[in-house]
Nanobody, 124 residues
Framework: QVQLVESGGGLVQAGGSLRLSCTAS????????MGWFRQAPGKDRRFLAA????????SYADSVKGRFTISRDNAKNTADLQMNSLKPEDTAVYYC?????????????????WGRGTQVTVSS
């Protein structure tokens, strides 16, 4: 089992950057595929990015490709999401999640563990 805590959210102007961090408890962090999702008010939760157990493979939603970068540090039990060129439509609660299944996972149902989320607000 793993517990996840997100940090780094906040208020930023359009065009700015934020770096979200997800810190995991437990000794088996490297056994999990990690993902980032977001949920805007009145909308479904959406996949943003995922990274494989080793960090060698990543995948992004089209809406954030080229602007967001996912990374992980298995020694520190962290998975980060660097967000650049932020837009007002990026405003949402951002969640990190862990999947025990190998490979890249893009569906929320494939993730067994979730953090509580961190709010990101982008002003125009």
């Amino acid at each position: 089992q793993v517990q996840l805590v997100e940090s780094g959210g906040g208020l930023v102007q359009a065009g700015g950057s934020l770096r979200l961090s997800c810190t995991a408890s437990g000794r088996t962090f490297s056994s999990y595929t990690m993902g980032w999702f977001r949920q805007a008010p009145g909308k479904d939760r959406r996949f943003l990015a995922a990274i494989s157990r080793s960090g060698g493979t990543t995948s992004y939603a089209d809406s954030v490709k080229g602007r967001f970068t996912i990374s992980r540090d298995n020694a520190k039990n962290t998975a980060d999401l660097q967000m650049n060129s932020l837009k007002p439509e990026d405003t949402a609660v951002y969640y990190c999640a862990a999947s025990p299944s190998p490979g890249i996972r893009t569906a929320g149902g494939e993730y067994a563990y979730w953090g509580r989320g961190t709010q990101v607000t982008v002003s125009s």
